[in-house]
């Protein structure tokens, strides 16, 4: 039997290796590096477009409990990640680019895995995995399209992480520390009174906003939302959210601060 994988993301990547694992050969097509989605710059697979964190490695969580049964079940994303991580706390974080190479050499020395370049626009008889990610080629999408149907809609929702410089970061009152001080010191935790939240918040919620694409001033995609539509959902989301205080203390009062951004 053969199996077509289609995109060497992460999902792709471990679908092959899992897979070939299995001694069932894969042809892996992957567009890149002749046609790059407008977020991947390299021609590596597993490319990571935004953050290097994988979240929490802690076995009471979620997130932490999965990467173990991935890590037990012979996770090919895992054992590359394991051995590029770098410091982040309780969570696991990677060097971006010595990850995704990592999982470019084993994918490419596989004995059942042959890859083969080039964009897929019609999809392949036989086995096929698509895991085309959510910038997948329009011509491809638009296949996946007339498959599902002129009522399932194929979105995108972008958002953009801020970058910061270190040198802009005030660490008179900014301070080095990790949430309930698990793992290593690697965050820079930047603290507001109730006063400055609020000051924030004002500011934040009318303030001028970048236009957004067509679709996205319906919907906004829950699980990646922009900072200033939680704003507006309440004046103390963000202190439930992104900007939660919980488990760091500041070492000027001893106390959590009533919001903290963490770098
Ligand atoms: C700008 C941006 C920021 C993001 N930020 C985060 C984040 O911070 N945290 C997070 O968890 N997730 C984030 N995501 C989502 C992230 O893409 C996924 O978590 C993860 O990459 C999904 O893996 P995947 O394997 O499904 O897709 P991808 O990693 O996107 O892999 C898909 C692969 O398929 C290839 N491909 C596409 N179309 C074709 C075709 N027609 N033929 C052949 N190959 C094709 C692509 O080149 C790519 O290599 C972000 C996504 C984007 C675009």
Redesign the pocket.
């Known amino acids: 039997m053969n199996v077509t994988v ?8 471990e679908a092959a290796w899992q897979l070939a694992q299995r001694g069932i050969d894969v042809t892996l ?4 590096p002749e ?6 710059e390299t021609e590596y ?7 290097n ?3 929490s490695d802690q076995l009471e969580n979620a997130v932490g409990l999965l990467k173990e049964e991935l890590r037990r079940l012979g996770s090919l994303i895992l054992q590359c990640a394991d051995a590029t991580r770098v410091e982040a706390g309780g969570a696991l974080a990677v060097d971006r680019h010595g990850f995704a190479r990592m999982v470019t050499e084993q994918i490419r020395s596989h004995p059942h895995i042959t890859v083969v370049p ?4 019609e999809i392949p008889e036989g086995e096929v995995v698509i ?7 329009d ?2 999408a638009e296949r996946l399209q007339s498959l599902l149907g002129a009522d399932t809609a194929l979105h ?1 929702y ?4 801020p970058l910061l410089t270190a040198e802009s970061v005030d660490m008179d009152k900014a301070w080095f520390g990790s949430r309930y001080d698990r793992g290593t010191a690697d965050y820079v935790n930047c603290p507001m009174t109730e006063a400055e939240y609020d000051a924030f918040w004002k500011e934040l919620t009318t303030a001028q906003e970048a236009p957004v694409h067509g679709f996205e001033d319906k919907m906004v995609f829950e699980g ?1 939302m922009p900072v200033e539509v939680m704003a507006r959902r309440g004046h103390d989301t963000l202190c439930y959210g992104p900007l939660k205080p919980r488990g760091l203390k500041d070492p000027r009062t001893g106390k959590e601060p009533y919001a903290v951004v963490q770098l």
């Open positions: 289609i995109g060497a993301g992460l999902a792709g990547s097509r992957e567009m890149k046609k790059k989605t407008p977020a991947h697979f597993a490319e990571l477009c935004c953050s964190s994988l979240r080039g964009e897929v626009t895991a085309s990610g959510p910038l997948t080629s011509a491809l995108f972008d958002a953009a992480a990646c």
